[in-house]
């Protein structure tokens, strides 16, 4: 499958990766480039998609980034992965849903070699884990499709310190808590990434 690989091992501003990906859509779409999967981490930012409401924003004091994709508010910082990807989808039948259910797939599978069994909710957006009575978000995804390209991509949470959720309603969803692996199962996951693209790309030619 011809899709580059990118990694950055250095936190990237939202905005910077941003027009890489805008940029890397309109080579795409002249058929000049890659597709492309991107393993990066952010420095701390708050974002909020085209569907936030003012009121989600609890301490008025954070800076909050407007974006173009799917979704509403979350946070994106250190202990973060965030897997990235600009993907032709003329080339997959301009199949929106499907590569959304790819994305929900890849992230319950990678979780799983870990030994963490979670799930997707079709109301609320996302992957979760059900920590003995509580559901609680491991992973946001968010996506936007331009000229049947998709991009953004989605999340999860490896030892994100939490209390920077409190500042928002995280997503949107009032009654959900968020939580990251190190609260679940205290175990290395340097590997996490690495598994997480062999999964994408298995998941893609499915």
């Known amino acids: 499958m011809n899709i580059e690989i990118k990694k950055s091992k250095n936190p990237i501003k939202y905005e910077d990766a941003m027009k890489y990906m805008e940029a890397r859509l309109l080579d795409i779409n002249k058929n000049n480039s890659k597709d492309l999967i991107w393993i990066l981490e952010h420095t701390d930012t708050y974002t909020a998609g ?18 173009n994709r799917g979704g509403k508010i979350t946070f994106h910082g250190k202990g973060q992965l965030i ?66 390209i998709a991009y953004h991509g989605f999340s999860i949470n490896i030892s994100t310190d939490l209390s920077k959720y409190d500042a928002i309603i995280p997503c949107g969803i009032k009654n959900k808590d968020v939580t990251n692996l190190n609260n679940i199962k205290d175990q290395k996951y340097e590997k996490l990434a690495d598994k997480l693209i062999e999964n994408f790309i298995l998941n893609l030619k499915t």
């Open 50 to 67: 085209k569907n936030y409401k003012e009121n989600e924003i609890l301490d008025k004091s954070i800076k909050i980034i407007k974006t």
């Open 83 to 148: 897997c990235y990807f600009v993907i032709d989808l003329k080339k997959r039948k301009k199949d929106i849903r499907k590569l959304i259910l790819t994305v929900e797939k890849t992230i319950i599978d990678t979780l799983r070699f870990y030994n963490i069994e979670t799930f997707a909710d079709r109301e609320n957006v996302g992957i979760w884990y059900k920590d003995k009575s509580d559901i609680k978000k491991i992973a946001a995804i968010g996506v936007r499709v331009s000229k049947w």
